[in-house]
């Protein structure tokens, strides 16, 4: 079980998971340059840049999903699948 600090958009606040700490700073690297590509290009506000980069984070996951080159097996995509959803249920306790 991994625990993150998450400092983004003004936003603070601590998730654990059931990945470990090394792959969720890795997510969250991943998901800070999406925020830096939408603040480049849009320079919105947090929440819009928050919904901006996710929108952006689900178009590359759709098109590679609808593309029919999916690199990893139906199992695996499926337990991504259901590790995201955990993640994103812990991000929304953590904010309320």
Do not use: H, W
């Not at 991943?30 to 290009?41: A, C, G, H, I, W």
């Not at 984070?57 to 609808?66: A, G, M, N, P, T």
């Amino acid at each position: 079980m991994g625990t993150l600090q998450i400092d983004i958009l003004g936003t603070s606040f601590a998730i654990q998971a059931d990945e470990s700490n090394d792959y969720l700073e890795t997510l969250l690297a991943y998901y800070r340059q999406m925020v830096k590509q939408v603040e480049n290009v849009a320079g919105a506000d947090a929440l819009k840049t928050a919904i901006l980069a996710g929108i952006m984070l689900c178009d590359e996951l759709y098109k590679e999903k609808i593309s029919g080159k999916q690199k990893l097996p139906s199992e695996e995509l499926n337990e991504l699948e259901r590790i995201t959803l955990s993640l994103i249920q812990k991000i929304d306790t953590a904010i309320k």
